[in-house]
């Protein structure tokens, strides 16, 4: 098992098959999960990216919040070989074609201080968390 430190920079992959399994690969070492049974379908959810559900209706135990950096970020319509994914890690604009069917492609090169542009040309541009005095959010 390979050790990281609190400031190394890791290259986190999920791979999703609906109701089959789910992958994590990081940094090249994969973890597979089959699922016994199905999954809740969450298609019209909201995506959270850094964090759990930290909406003010939930139980605060069950908030969680990711502290550190994401520099890249992207969904794809399709699962990725590992080749793919060695290249995606090193030049993500490289996978940006319908072959790959991009549904964002994220980077820390373009955005803002409220949302984060969706460099696939879908549109699914990324808004995010701004909170009011109570610290409660306000936008996603």
């Known amino acids: 098992m390979q050790n990281f430190g609190l400031n190394d920079w890791l290259d986190i992959s999920f791979i999703f098959q609906k109701n ?7 940094n090249g070492i994969k973890n597979v999960t089959y699922f016994t049974e199905d999954l809740v379908d969450y298609t019209d959810a909201w995506l959270w990216l850094g964090c759990a559900n930290n909406r003010w209706n939930v139980d605060g135990t069950l908030w969680r919040n990711f502290n550190g950096q994401i520099k890249d970020f992207a969904i794809f319509g399709k699962a990725f070989k590992d080749r793919e994914l060695k290249c995606y890690f090193k030049s993500p604009q490289e996978l940006n074609s319908k072959d790959f069917k991009p549904f964002c492609i994220m980077s ?14 879908n549109g699914n541009h990324l808004c995010k968390t701004i909170y009011n005095t109570d610290g409660r959010n306000l936008l996603f």
Not at 20 to 26: A, E, I
Not at 108 to 121: A, L, M, P, V
Request: glycine share 4%.
């Open 20 to 26: 089959k399994s789910v992958t994590l690969v990081c």
């Open 108 to 121: 820390s090169n373009n955005k803002t201080h409220y949302k984060i542009f969706d460099e696939s040309g």
